[in-house]
């Protein structure tokens, strides 16, 4: 089955590419190829970029304290073991420690080391580090794969309290929806969302066999899902057939 996971607010949706690029790194890192490497130092800037934002590293302890109060009312609840529900809450206060150390925004840290800051000033630009432009990269490109990775290493502990906090906060997200199998008469699927609950995620799951690309669209009231086919053109078109997905909606 190929996963789609639809974000009905921004917040998710930052979430979302952040634990891309953090899958990213955690592919590219254990490589060896200074290509691999240099493609690593490129996500470590892109999580910078998308982790920017002033209020970034207080929406994500708010979600934390948050799920932690949640969990917390659950205690003396017979059907819920103890046991699991200490881990759980433990898994949180450790995030939330550790990403409450950090001063100021995510990575800024690495902002004052002058050589990465040369490496993102020209990184944008098409071409911009080659051997002629920072020969000191160059260099660097050229030491021993354990070299590189120890030092990716050290530059991405400024990033894993984010990462940590992130999955965590995916994982419990995702856990909260139960899937339900629907059918989409003539490819097409929607759906008003019940009141009283705030969505924050759809999760589709489609036959790969099937050849259909959901298109998904939505907002704190609806959402709809048009299948889609790639034509001989090279484009999508309207499948308009009766065809079946696996859907969850997580609060």
Not at 229 to 244: N, Y
Request: hydrophobic share 40%; with cysteine.
């Amino acid at each position: 089955m190929i996963l789609y996971e639809y974000p009905f607010n921004e917040r998710i949706r930052t979430y979302l590419r952040l634990e891309q690029l953090f899958r990213r790194l955690s592919e590219l890192i254990p490589r060896q190829h200074p290509l691999d490497h240099h493609f690593a130092i490129q996500t470590i800037f892109e999580v910078m970029d998308v982790a920017s934002r002033a209020d970034m590293k207080s929406d994500v302890l708010k979600d934390l304290e948050r799920h932690k109060q949640v969990f917390n009312g659950y205690r003396g609840n017979p059907a819920i073991s103890e046991a699991a529900l200490d881990a759980v809450i433990g898994q949180i206060d450790s995030c939330f420690g550790r990403l409450s150390q950090l001063s100021g925004k995510t990575g800024q840290a690495l902002t004052e080391n002058d050589w990465l800051m040369g490496i993102r000033s020209r990184i944008g630009i098409p071409g911009g580090t080659c051997e002629f432009d920072l020969p000191s990269y160059y260099h660097w490109q050229h030491l021993e794969p354990a070299r590189r990775q120890a030092d990716l290493g050290v530059w991405t502990q400024a990033l894993a309290p984010l990462a940590e906090s992130i999955g965590l906060l995916l994982k419990l997200l995702r856990d909260s929806g139960g899937s339900q199998k629907v059918v989409a008469p003539a490819g097409q699927f929607q759906q008003n969302l019940p009141q009283g609950r705030t969505f924050q995620l759809l999760r589709l799951s489609i036959d790969p066999a099937s050849s259909l690309v959901p298109e998904i669209s939505g907002n704190r009231l609806m959402f709809s899902v048009r299948l889609m086919r790639v034509g001989d053109d090279g484009r999508l078109h309207p499948a308009g057939e009766d065809a079946s997905f696996e859907l969850a909606l997580c609060a």
